[in-house]
């Protein structure tokens, strides 16, 4: 989270007071992945995990949390997948 003086905000430097009422705004929705995972669809994780994972290898910027979360959805695919087939 960036820091500045007596203001923390979020990543966007969006202030998080801020972030939080439009989360709340929101109230309980499902993303499109989780809607996919739900309906059985494959997991777009090439766009949205892969793509983040590449560019920080080649900029020498480690993603170990993008990689284990990438690595957590492929495998609760892989359950679903195996336990709507079986």
């Not at 480690?62 to 979360?69: I, V």
């Amino acid at each position: 989270m960036l820091d500045f003086p007596g203001q923390p905000c979020a990543p966007s430097g969006m202030d998080i007071e801020k972030r939080f009422a439009i989360n709340a705004e929101l109230g309980a929705f499902r993303t499109s992945m989780l809607q996919d995972y739900e309906a059985g669809r494959a997991l777009e994780l090439g766009r949205l995990v892969d793509a983040v994972v590449e560019i920080g290898s080649r900029l020498g910027v480690p993603t170990p949390m993008t990689e284990a979360l990438g690595a957590l959805a492929r495998r609760a695919a892989a359950v679903r997948d195996r336990v709507t087939t079986v």
